[in-house]
């Protein structure tokens, strides 16, 4: 079946620093794929997508490829916030259903 | 457009009893999907609803169920708690289903089950 791998958490950065949380995934067919980020009490929000190979997704700084040679979809921002301090997964969609990967949480001090 | 709401945000529940937990999808949406999620377990896919039909249903037993309304309402029930069964519940709509359009899910904020 499918199946989704991030990066072990949980990551912490000081203010503007590089960020790259590493995504793998293993899917038959062609996926859609996403990130997505959840806030404290919160529920999921759509970070950004991606619905074919060599597609780049961005949204607020981050940016993500759809990496079909390397099935990958890294999430990168160039310069975190504070505010970035969240929960992100990593999640592919085919015609049944969406699988997760296990959440990075990421902090970022001042 | 209001997003998707579920009720109620937070449970306690004593083991062996039952739960009904309630989601309003976006208006619009016809696919209403069900997750659990729990620290060690991360996000598990429950079931997906369309139009009042199951379309999709997870790994998990026969205890949980659910069902969707023609209003696209779903309401999600679990029959005799078990203490493992506490967890954050997560409802998302989409337009269509997943992966059919592309469409992203939109979460609810979730309800957060605790059994004693």
């Known amino acids: 079946g499918n199946s989704v791998t991030q990066m072990e958490g949980p990551v912490t950065l000081s203010e503007e620093a590089f960020l790259t949380i590493n995504c793998t995934y293993t899917a038959t067919g062609y996926p859609s794929l996403f990130w997505y980020v959840q806030y404290p009490g919160e529920g999921l929000q759509l970070l950004l997508k991606a619905t074919k190979a060599d597609d780049k997704g961005s949204n607020k700084g981050f940016e993500a490829t759809y990496r079909k040679e390397t099935t990958s979809f890294h999430l990168e921002k160039g310069s975190v916030q504070v505010s970035d301090s969240a929960v992100y997964f990593c999640?592919?969609?085919?015609?049944?259903?969406?699988?997760f990967g296990d959440g990075t949480t990421l902090t970022v001090k001042p | 457009k209001a997003g998707v709401t579920q009720t109620p945000r937070y449970l306690i529940k004593t083991r062996g009893q039952q739960v009904t937990l309630s989601c309003s999808p976006i208006s619009g949406h016809r696919s209403v999907s069900w997750y659990q999620q729990t620290p060690g377990q991360g996000l598990q896919f429950l079931f997906e609803y369309f139009s009042e039909t199951q379309r999709n249903k997870g790994n998990f037993p026969g205890r949980f169920s659910g069902r969707q309304f023609s209003n696209s309402r779903s309401e999600m029930n679990v029959s005799t708690l078990e203490l493992g069964d506490s967890a954050l519940y997560l409802c998302?709509?989409?337009?269509?289903?997943?992966?059919?359009?592309?469409?992203?899910?939109?979460f609810g904020n979730g309800t957060r089950l605790t059994v004693t």
């Open positions: 998302a709509s989409s337009f269509s289903g997943t992966g059919e359009d592309n469409s992203p899910l939109h």
């Open positions: 999640a592919l969609s085919d015609p049944s259903k969406s699988t």
